[in-house]
């Protein structure tokens, strides 16, 4: 018990001098919305789909009341993610000159996790980077900055992690009951014109704000079916006080969701999870009120996945996801968001695990984000009409390994 306990140590140790490495790790990435589809290459190999049937430590962050299900172990996954998105402004007040502009950083995300079990329920840790947007053109986006011989409008970038502890409980009747706190750390950086039509005072320097919030689950395992829901409150953030006295005057929450769904043994070694995924992004004020009020404009996000497990025998797996929500960008918004391109809209994903030993699994997973095009109708505020004709595009490729060590 003493080594066990020195183990149990060590990964904790592992995971809190990771928090650091992970902050500078914080980079553009965005699917449902300015949210990764699922996390690790287990959640992602089928599209974020499985709150019913927990696999691995990042459903502490997925639902946390299924993972009563889990025995102990350490999971460590890093993704590689390929945005490619362009812009092509037009407009009264675009600068129509920079033509079609285009960005394909690259970026790299690690997530990482841990279970206990114990003989009063299962104890849970994780940490995750799990939201980000941004662009860096080599042109603004309006004619202003062009007028004055200065080159702003053109960057932003902006990331979020969660660092979660979760408690579940599984009682006599089979339903499990999970509850856990998360902890979250975002940074920003921007030089877009403001609604004093100048570059913000932040001048595209980094700065950060911590939050909070809680996250809710339940699940319950019949002898073929499993069913869960997981509700997480809104994250609660501070403001960013570089950006606060004109681009970013309201923090930049994270909202509350509700995801929903079951599972399915089609065969003894055949899954089918399906799940319901509810965005409130419109809840988030700075995020949904109007682009002339200072907002971006944000629409709410239903979102379906769907994804398949087949174990193939003791050593191999293979899973395969689809995932489809809106953009929360509609058109008569896109001149507001040519920042903020996040309008991906259907996502595949294919993987594998290797069992290399009985404690040790080797996982991978690849995901595409199918492109998609947005135009500015003119419909919208005055931002609408000043850049009518604005043309956005985002498509995603990523990559993701992942380690798990059993103990």
């Known amino acids: 018990m003493a080594g066990l ?76 993610f390929m945005p490619y998105r362009t812009l092509e402004p037009h407009g009264l007040f675009a600068n129509s000159f920079a033509g079609k502009m285009s960005d394909d950083s690259i970026f790299f995300i690690p997530s990482m996790g841990a279970i206990f079990p114990t003989d009063k329920g299962t104890l849970g840790l994780g940490l995750f980077a799990m939201n980000g947007m941004g662009v860096d053109y080599r042109a603004s986006r309006t004619i202003l900055p062009r007028l004055f011989g200065h080159n702003f409008d053109r ?24 509850l856990a706190l998360n902890l979250n750390y975002a940074r920003f950086k921007s030089d877009m014109l403001t609604l004093n039509f100048w570059e913000t005072q932040g001048g595209n320097r980094w700065d950060d704000a911590f939050g909070g919030g809680l996250t809710l689950g339940v699940q319950k395992d019949w002898e073929r079916w499993r069913v869960g829901a997981a509700y997480s409150t809104p994250q609660w953030m501070d403001t960013m006080g570089k950006y606060k006295d004109d681009l970013l005057p309201l923090p930049l929450d994270l909202p509350q969701m509700l995801q929903a769904g079951a599972g399915f043994d089609i065969t003894e070694d055949v899954e089918l999870v399906l799940d319901y995924k509810f965005i409130d992004w419109s809840g ?40 489809h929500a809106e953009s929360p960008i509609d058109e008569e918004v896109v001149f507001a968001n040519a920042l903020f391109p996040a309008i991906v809209e259907t996502h595949a994903t294919a993987g594998f695990s290797y069992a290399v030993t009985e404690n040790t699994e080797l996982h991978f997973a690849w995901k595409h984000a199918f492109g998609n095009t947005l135009t500015d109708s003119g419909r919208g505020d005055l931002f609408s009409v000043l850049g009518r004709g604005t043309e956005i595009h985002l498509e995603e490729n990523s990559f993701t390994v992942q380690y798990s060590y059993k103990f």
């Open 155 to 178: 960057r932003t970038e902006y990331g979020a992690m969660k660092l979660s502890g979760a408690y579940a409980y599984e009682f006599d009747n089979g339903w499990s009951l999970g």
């Open 5 to 80: 306990g020195s183990l149990q140590g060590r990964v904790v140790r592992t995971m809190a001098a990771a928090v650091a490495a992970s902050m500078c790790a914080l980079s553009a990435h965005a699917t449902d919305g300015h949210q990764l589809i699922g996390i690790g290459a287990v959640q992602k190999g089928t599209g974020g789909a499985g709150v019913a049937s927990a696999k691995d430590s990042t459903w502490v962050l997925l639902n946390p009341g299924a993972i009563t299900d889990l025995e102990r172990r350490f999971d460590f996954s890093f993704e590689t």
């Open 284 to 323: 988030v004020t700075q995020i949904g009120k109007a682009p002339i009020t200072g907002g971006f404009g944000w629409k709410d996000q239903h979102a379906v996945k769907a994804g398949v497990t087949w174990d193939i025998n003791d050593k191999w797996t293979v899973r395969a996801g689809l995932s």
